[in-house]
């Protein structure tokens, strides 16, 4: 008995104490795999295992914007701003498009479409806030676009009450103000190739994923912990999805890379059509229309991504209070922090199979292209 006492005596806080570190070890192993900016994807098989660096390049161009900021400071200094602003002002505008005037209100909306050059262009908020005297509110909120009556309201509400000039940035479909009896601002966006697009969202997934996991956690959608365990002893579903090939997924007829008429996905007609269920249909025609309608009554400027120079051209002529001296920023700005590193190069063959279904996604990108390159024919023709 005595010896028994004395093993119990001695083991039972050595294994209390294993329990807790093992614990601690866990809850380390979690932080890090799950927030670290720096994390590593462990992809098993056969013994061995990879390790890829997912976030690198964003923490590396984080500091370049960060030292480039007294440059861009004294490029644009305020006797420059003064000349060019007064040169914007006293040149009058006439439009081929219904937005005929140049626009002069000191509040705008940016209802980014995703992966249509939307941190380039928040990146150039931020510095032309500084530059041109305005605010920029960036929303943190990613995964709620389409809105309820009543979230439209608080929402009009929250950024009308922002004290002007600002420009509010944020993922979420087209809201007209004027239904809750507030005046609209200003509207502008981009917009960019469907096809394009939908190969970029894929392999941003993919590289981002540990970021959407914690969009989940936060929206109380799955709990990550046993979200990992699960994972821990059956990897091979999320790491093969890591892994996935776009063209092999479009080729094998996955759900993921297949678009159904009818069926509803967040493209781009729905962020300029509205909140309604119609708006996100695929191949609607009145969802088209009723695009194509708001943007020619509501939106300034809408840019288009493989024509990102015209864009800021109009958006600087059109837009001078928020946009002056875009075009020389463009021109000297770092490396895009977003970039997909691990995107790859698809077929014409995978993107004309992809195009055949997107109809009205393409007849609206067209319809935006020639829009814009109106608009930049007018300020060409009046210097």
């Not at 609209?184 to 969202?201: A, G, H, M, Q, W």
């Not at 990550?224 to 579903?237: M, T, V």
């Not at 996604?361 to 024919?377: G, S, V």
Request: hydrophobic residues 35%.
């Amino acid at each position: 008995m005595r010896v028994y006492s004395t093993i119990k005596n001695i083991l039972l806080p050595f294994l209390f104490f294993s329990i807790v570190l093992f614990l601690c070890c866990l809850r380390q192993f979690d932080y890090n795999f799950f927030q670290k900016s720096n994390h590593r994807f462990l992809t098993f098989g056969k013994g061995t295992y990879t390790k890829m660096n997912t976030v690198q390049k964003h923490l590396k161009e984080t500091k370049k914007h960060r030292d480039t900021k007294d440059n861009y400071e004294d490029l644009f200094s305020q006797n420059l701003l003064m000349r060019h602003n007064k040169e914007l002002t006293n040149r009058s505008m006439k439009s081929s498009t219904k937005n005929k005037q140049m626009a002069n209100s000191n509040k705008l909306l940016y209802n980014r479409v995703p992966k249509s050059g939307s941190e380039t262009m928040n990146f150039l908020l931020n510095k032309l806030s500084k530059l041109n005297d305005f605010k920029h509110h960036h929303s943190h909120v990613f995964d709620k676009r389409r809105l309820s009556e009543d979230e439209q309201r608080a929402f009009a509400c929250e950024v009308i009450e922002k004290k002007p000039p600002f420009v509010y940035d944020r993922h979420v479909y087209f809201t007209d103000f004027t239904k809750f009896t507030y005046s609209n601002p200003l509207y502008i966006n981009n917009i960019r190739d469907p096809v394009e697009k939908i190969i970029s969202r894929f392999y941003y997934w993919r590289t981002s994923s540990v970021h959407v996991f914690e969009q989940l956690r936060s929206a109380t959608k799955v709990n990550i912990s046993s979200y990992l365990f699960s994972y821990l002893f059956h990897p091979l579903n999320f790491f093969q999805w890591v892994k996935k090939d776009f063209e092999q997924c479009v080729l094998t007829h996955d759900p993921e890379c297949t678009f159904i008429t009818g069926q509803p996905y967040d493209l781009a007609i729905p962020y300029f059509c509205g909140h309604e269920e119609e708006c996100t249909l695929l191949n609607s025609k009145t969802a088209l229309e009723r695009a194509k309608k708001n943007v020619l009554k509501y939106y300034t400027v809408v840019g288009v991504l493989e024509e990102m120079n015209k864009t800021l051209k109009v958006l600087e002529t059109y837009i001078p209070q928020f946009f002056t001296g875009v075009s020389a920023l463009y021109n000297i700005k770092p490396k895009v922090k977003n970039k997909t590193s691990r995107k790859k190069m698809v077929s014409k063959q995978v993107k004309d199979i992809l195009k055949q279904n997107l109809t009205m996604e393409y007849e609206f990108y067209n319809f935006i292209h020639k829009r814009l390159n109106d608009q930049f024919n007018a300020v060409k023709n009046r210097r």
